[in-house]
C-alpha cells in the first residue's frame, strides 16, 4: 500500500473530442507506464468500436508511478472518461471515486455543453479542478479567450490552468505537477473497517468478473471474505492489483487507493456498481451513499434477419450486458419480424453502439425498429376490462383509441450552447420539435439556450440536425423532467397494401402528416424498385394521410453471356440471394434492414 | 460426350474499352508455338470428352481473326480427326471487320470456317471511336460485305444503349443493320463491367452510362423491329432467322456439354467444371508441364447443375423443359423452380408456363437477372 499522502486520484473529464484519451497517453508515456512500442493512440480506447470512432464509451482507470520536482515518487490514479452525453453515468462514477478533476478545454472550441455538464458535477463532489488548455497546437487556438470562457461561464479561476498540446506532447510534466501540488490526497483509516465503493464492473474472459473498488477505509487483500452490502452477497477475494494500464497484481490495496479485486463472481449483475464493500467478520455499518441508479431512455426492437439466428441473439445480448449493465431488453414477438428482443438504451448512440457491436463482435445480421420512448397511458373500462394504467415501450402495443383516456410522453429539460450565428436556426429547430424555451443567456461571442422538449421528438434525429445546422459548433445535454400529457396518435405504414408494424411510430397529431409524408418519401427511396409497383401509404386509424409510389423495375438483365462462362452469372445470383436474405418480406415486397433506421432519421433535410 | 468445341484466341491488337473479356496485347505471337500448345491442349480434352462427332466449333478471343489460316486449319484438320465431324457441322470464328483482316477471309474460309460473327459494333463512327474500336464504318462496311461473299453464314454485333442513344438514333441505326440482310444479328446493351476501361472514366464522371428506364425503352424497341424485319430475339441479346441460331451459342443455352481450350476457356464435360489458365504465359507453362491448360476442375453437384441450367435456359425464348431437367438430375419439378413465385410472376405477365415448359416472356427478358433471382430455389444456389 502507498502512503495517503503520496497518492492522487483524479478524473480526466471534457467535452466529446477536446482530447481526454490523447491526453491520457501522454501522462502514461511520461510517467513509464508503457514503452514507445506498446503504445498507440488513444490507448486506453480498446474496445474496437472505441478504436474506429475515435471516443470513448467506457471510463478506464490506469495507475501511475510519477516522482515529482519535490523528490517524491506518488502513486496517480487517472480515470479517463466518455465525453459524449449517453455516457454521462461514466463520469459520475468516476468523479465518485477521486478527489479532483482534469479538466480538459479545446482551445480551439472553448467551452462546451458537456464541458458544463461534467464540470459541475465534479464540483457537486467538492473536487478539485485543474482546468487544462488543450489542443494549443491548432492554428485556431485561442486559449487566452478560453481562459477568460472558463472563469465566466464556469465561474472557476483558470490564471493557473494548464497549456497543453496532448496531440505533440507539450505541457505534460506541468499536468502531472499540478496534479501533484493541487489535487488533495485522499483522506482514509487503514484500522477502520473496510469500507470500499463498487466503482465499476466488468466481465474479462480470463479473469471472470472484474470490480474496480475504490477503498475508503481498511484494507482489501487477497483471502479476504467480503460482503456487498446492498446486494447482500458474500465473495472470497482471489485477486488484487491495478492496470498500469497492463494488470499488475499487487498484495493488497489500501485506504485512499484505487484498483481491481477478483472474487469468482460469476454474473455482473451480482456486483453491482455503487454498492458497498465490506469485510464479512466485523464489516462497517454504515454504507456509502451509492450512485443514481441510470435509466434507459430510448427503446427499440432488435430482431435477428435470420429467425434462426433468435437463440443466438438471446445469448449475444446476456453476454454484452455482462459488460454492459445500462441497457436493458424483454423478449417481444412481431407479427413480421418474428421473435426478438426490446431493448432500452441510455440514447440513441448507445443504441447504434450495441446494436453494432451485436452485429459485429456476434456476427449477427439484426433488424432495428424506430427508436421510441415509453408512453404512460391511462385506459377507460371497457365491457371486459377495467380501467387502467399501462407503459407503452412499444408502437405496436398501442391500445384500441376508443380506450385511451390519456397519453403521457416523457419530457426533457435541454441545454444547448452555441455561437451566436447559429441561434437562429436552432431556435427554429426546437420550435419545430414542439419546444418550450425556458432561458437563454450571452457569454461572449456564445448563447446558452433552456428548453423543454418531449423526448420523442429528441429521438428522431435531433441531435443530427443540431448538429448540421450548427456546423457541428452546437452542443447538446439534457436531463429528464418527467412525463406530460400530449395529443399523440400511432401512425401506421402500410408497404403494397400491407401494414409493416416494425415501422409504425407514435407522433403528436399536429406533425403526423408532416412525418407521414417524410417517411413514405424515404421508405420510397429506401425500397429498391420490384417487378411490380409498390404504393406506400402512412395512415392513422384507417385514414391515409400520406402516400407515394414506387414504380416497377425497368431492366435487370446480364447483356452478354459469354463463351459458357456460367461461374459469374452465378455469383450475381448468390448475391442477389444473399441480399434477399438480408431483407424482410411483406407480402411481395422485400425490405431491407437498413430502411428501417434510415426511414426514421427524419432529417427536413 | 461434347459435341461442341470452344477455342480461345486471347490476342488483340489493342484493348477496347468496355471488354473485360481474357484478351491481351502481345507484340509477335510464336504461331508455332500456339499450334502446338493448342494442339495438345485439344487432344487433352478429345481424350475425354471424345466419342461423338462435333456438332460445332467456336474460335472467339481476343480477335481470332488475327490467327494465320493454316493455324486454323490444322486445328480444325485436328478435330476431325479426333472427334469426327457431323454432316453440318457449324465453324464459327469472330472476326474484326478492318481490311487486314478481311484480307484473311478467303484463308479462313478455305481452312473450313463456314460462319462469321463480325465485330461490327456500331454504324456510326463517333460511337466507334468512344468504344475505341480501330476500325471505321466505311471500312467495317466493306469487311462485311467480303465477309458475305467469302462465308456462308454471317452475324454481327452492335453495341447500343450508349449514352446518348435516343429511340431515334437506335432504331435508325438498327434497320440500316437489318438491311443488310444477314441471318444473325447480336446486339448487345453497354454494359460497365468491373476492371475496365469504362468503369474507370464512369468513376471519375467521363460520361455517365444510359439510365435503366431508356436503356429498357431500347431493348423492347430492338425486340419490336427485328422480329419484324423476320429476325426475332431467340435470347436476350441474340436475334436469328427461325433454323439460323448459332448452334454453338445454344449449345451453352441449353446447357449441354462443350469443350474448351486456349487461355481462359470454359468447359463442362460429365458434370465437370473446366476453366483453363487465363493468362497466356502461365496457360504455355502449363501446357508444357501438363500437356494441358487446366487451372481448375470441378465436379459440379446436381443442385448446381440444375441451377446452371435454369440460369442459362431461361435466357432462351423457348424456355426449359422441367421435366426433362427433372429427368436429367434426378430432382422432383418442384425443386427446381420456386412454383409459388412462378405463379406470382406468371400473373405479372413476367413468364410463362405450359405444362412441363417454363420460360420468360418478351416483358420478362429485360428483368431476366431479377427474374432468376425470384425463380431460382434458395436451395440450389446455396447448394
Ligand atoms: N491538434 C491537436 N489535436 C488533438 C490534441 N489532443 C487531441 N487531439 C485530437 O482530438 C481528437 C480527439 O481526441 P481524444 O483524445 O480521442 O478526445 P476525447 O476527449 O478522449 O474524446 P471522447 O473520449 O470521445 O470524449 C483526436 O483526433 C486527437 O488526435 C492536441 O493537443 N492537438
Ligand atoms: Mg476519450
New interface residues.
Given amino acids: 500500500m502507498t502512503e495517503l499522502s503520496l497518492i492522487r486520484n483524479f478524473s480526466i473529464i471534457a467535452h466529446i473530442d477536446h482530447g481526454k484519451s490523447t491526453l491520457a497517453d501522454r501522462l502514461i508515456q511520461f510517467t513509464g507506464g508503457l514503452s514507445d512500442r506498446e503504445m498507440s493512440e488513444q490507448v486506453l480506447d480498446n474496445m474496437d468500436i472505441e478504436r474506429e470512432r475515435g471516443i470513448t464509451i467506457k471510463a478506464q482507470t490506469v495507475r501511475l508511478n510519477y516522482t515529482a520536482q519535490d523528490g517524491l515518487t506518488y502513486e496517480l490514479n487517472l480515470m479517463d472518461t466518455p465525453g459524449h452525453v449517453d455516457f454521462a453515468y461514466e463520469v459520475s462514477r468516476s468523479l465518485a471515486a477521486c478527489e479532483g478533476a482534469l479538466l480538459v478545454v479545446d482551445a480551439a472550441q472553448g467551452v462546451e455543453a458537456q464541458t458544463l455538464a461534467n464540470v459541475y458535477q465534479s464540483i457537486e463532489h467538492d473536487h478539485e479542478i485543474v482546468p487544462v488548455i488543450n489542443k494549443i497546437d491548432l492554428p485556431a487556438a485561442e486559449p487566452e479567450k478560453v481562459r477568460a470562457e472558463i472563469e465566466d461561464i464556469i465561474g472557476i479561476d483558470a490564471s493557473n490552468a494548464v497549456l497543453t498540446s496532448a496531440k505533440s506532447g507539450i505541457g505534460i510534466a506541468e499536468v502531472l505537477e499540478a496534479v501533484v501540488t493541487r489535487i488533495p490526497p485522499p483522506r482514509g483509516d487503514r484500522a477502520a473497517p473496510l469500507t470500499a465503493m463498487l466503482v465499476d464492473s466488468w466481465y474479462d474472459p480470463y479473469l471472470g468478473v472484474v470490480i474496480l473498488v475504490r477503498v475508503i477505509d481498511g484494507v482489501i487483500k487477497k483471502g479476504l471474505s467480503v460482503k456487498f452490502m446492498a446486494g447482500g452477497t458474500e465473495h472470497l477475494i482471489d485477486r488484487v492489483g491495478c492496470m498500469r494500464p497492463k494488470i499488475d497484481q499487487l498484495d493488497e490495496l489500501g485506504p485512499g487507493e484505487i484498483g481491481f479485486i477478483t472474487a469468482q463472481i460469476k454474473e455482473v449483475a451480482q456486483a453491482r456498481v455503487g454498492d458497498t464493500i465490506t469485510t464479512v467478520k466485523g464489516g462497517a455499518v454504515q454504507a456509502l451513499p451509492g450512485f443514481k441508479e441510470v435509466q434507459p431512455v430510448v427503446f427499440c426492437g432488435l430482431f435477428p434477419v435470420d429467425a434462426a439466428d433468435f437463440e443466438k441473439l438471446r445469448e449475444s445480448i446476456a453476454r454484452l450486458r455482462l459488460n454492459d449493465a445500462s441497457f436493458s431488453f424483454e423478449m417481444e414477438s412481431s407479427a413480421a419480424l418474428g421473435f426478438g428482443f426490446r431493448c432500452g438504451f441510455l440514447g440513441l448512440l448507445h443504441l447504434e453502439i450495441i446494436q453494432e457491436r451485436l452485429t459485429r463482435e456476434y456476427d449477427l445480421d439484426l433488424i432495428t425498429t424506430a427508436p421510441s420512448v415509453v408512453y404512460r397511458i391511462q385506459l377507460r373500462a371497457s365491457k371486459t376490462d377495467d380501467a387502467c394504467e399501462i407503459m407503452l415501450h412499444n408502437p405496436a402495443d398501442y391500445p384500441d383509441p376508443s380506450r385511451i383516456e390519456q397519453i403521457d410522453e416523457p419530457w426533457i429539460k435541454a441545454t444547448i450552447y452555441t455561437p451566436d450565428e447559429y441561434l437562429g436556426s436552432i431556435l427554429k429547430l426546437c420550435q419545430d420539435r414542439r419546444g418550450v424555451q425556458t432561458g437563454l443567456t450571452y457569454v461572449g461571442g456564445r448563447a446558452q439556450v433552456g428548453y423543454e422538449l418531449p423526448l420523442n421528438e429528441v429521438v428522431f434525429d435531433f441531435y443530427d440536425r443540431l448538429k448540421s445546422i450548427s456546423r457541428g459548433y452546437a452542443s447538446f445535454d439534457y436531463e429528464q423532467i418527467g412525463l406530460r400529457e400530449g395529443d399523440l396518435v400511432k401512425m401506421g405504414i402500410m408497404v403494397n397494401g400491407d401494414p409493416v408494424d416494425a415501422l409504425s411510430m407514435i407522433v403528436h397529431r399536429s406533425v403526423a402528416e408532416e412525418r407521414g409524408r417524410l417517411m413514405c418519401e424515404r421508405l420510397k427511396d429506401l425500397i429498391p424498385r420490384h ?2 409497383k409498390i404504393p406506400i401509404q402512412a395512415a392513422i386509424g384507417g385514414k391515409v394521410i400520406a402516400r407515394e409510389t414506387i414504380s416497377a ?15 459469374r ?2 455469383k ?3 448475391k ?2 444473399k441480399g ?1 436474405a438480408r431483407m424482410r418480406e411483406y407480402g ?1 415486397v422485400s425490405i431491407p434492414q437498413e430502411a428501417f433506421i434510415a426511414a426514421l432519421r427524419m432529417g427536413e433535410e | 460426350m461434347a459435341r461442341a468445341l470452344y477455342i480461345h484466341w486471347p490476342f488483340c491488337l489493342k484493348k477496347c474499352p468496355y471488354c473485360d473479356f481474357n484478351s491481351h496485347v502481345r507484340a509477335g505471337v510464336d504461331a508455332e508455338l500456339w499450334q502446338r500448345a493448342l494442339l495438345a491442349d485439344m487432344r487433352h480434352e478429345a481424350a475425354l470428352a471424345g466419342g461423338e462427332s462435333l456438332t460445332s466449333i467456336f474460335f472467339g478471343g481476343g480477335t481470332p481473326s488475327l490467327m494465320p489460316p493454316a493455324l486454323v486449319a490444322a486445328l480444325l484438320a485436328e478435330a476431325e480427326r479426333l472427334w469426327g465431324f457431323a454432316p453440318d457441322i457449324e465453324i464459327t470464328l469472330e472476326a474484326n471487320p478492318s481490311s487486314v483482316e478481311a484480307a484473311n477471309f478467303a484463308g479462313l474460309a478455305a481452312a473450313g470456317v463456314n460462319r462469321v460473327s463480325l465485330g461490327l459494333q456500331s454504324l456510326d463512327d463517333s460511337a466507334l471511336k468512344f468504344l475505341g474500336r480501330l476500325h471505321d464504318v466505311k471500312e467495317g462496311l466493306k469487311a462485311l460485305e467480303t465477309g458475305q461473299e467469302r462465308f456462308r453464314r454471317v452475324s454481327f454485333d452492335l453495341i447500343y444503349a450508349l449514352p446518348g442513344h435516343t429511340p431515334e438514333s437506335w432504331s435508325d441505326e438498327l434497320d440500316r443493320a437489318l438491311g443488310f440482310g444477314t441471318e444473325h444479328l447480336s446486339v448487345y446493351q453497354l454494359t460497365i463491367e468491373p476492371g475496365t476501361r469504362f468503369a474507370t472514366d464512369v468513376r471519375a464522371g467521363q460520361f455517365t452510362p444510359l439510365d435503366d428506364d431508356a436503356a429498357a425503352d431500347l431493348f423492347a424497341l430492338t425486340r419490336d423491329r427485328t422480329a419484324a424485319a423476320g429476325l426475332p430475339a431467340y435470347e436476350i441479346s441474340n436475334h436469328a432467322r427461325p433454323g439460323a441460331e448459332s448452334r454453338h451459342n445454344l449449345t451453352y443455352w441449353r446447357y449441354q456439354d462443350y469443350c474448351g481450350i486456349g487461355p481462359g476457356a470454359h468447359g463442362r464435360r460429365g458434370g465437370m467444371a473446366t476453366v483453363r489458365h487465363r493468362k497466356p504465359e502461365n496457360w504455355l507453362e502449363s501446357i508444357a508441364a501438363k500437356a494441358h491448360g487446366i487451372a481448375e476442375e470441378r465436379k459440379l453437384g446436381l443442385a448446381e447443375q440444375a441451377s446452371e441450367a435454369l440460369l442459362m435456359g431461361l435466357r432462351l425464348g423457348e424456355g426449359i423443359d422441367l421435366a426433362a431437367l427433372s429427368r436429367r438430375f434426378g430432382m422432383p419439378p418442384g425443386e427446381l423452380i420456386d412454383a409459388d413465385r412462378l405463379v406470382f410472376h406468371c400473373g405479372l405477365g413476367l413468364a410463362w408456363q405450359q405444362g412441363s415448359l417454363v420460360g420468360v416472356t418478351e416483358a420478362g427478358m429485360p428483368l431476366l437477372d431479377a427474374l432468376l433471382g425470384e425463380l431460382v430455389p434458395a436451395a440450389l444456389v446455396n447448394a
Avoid at chain 1, 431492366?555 to 461461374?567: M, P, R
Fill in positions: 417487378l411490380f423495375m425497368r431492366k435487370d438483365v446480364t447483356a452478354k453471356c459469354y463463351g459458357g462462362d456460367i461461374s452469372k452465378k450475381l445470383l448468390e442477389q440471394k434477399k411481395n
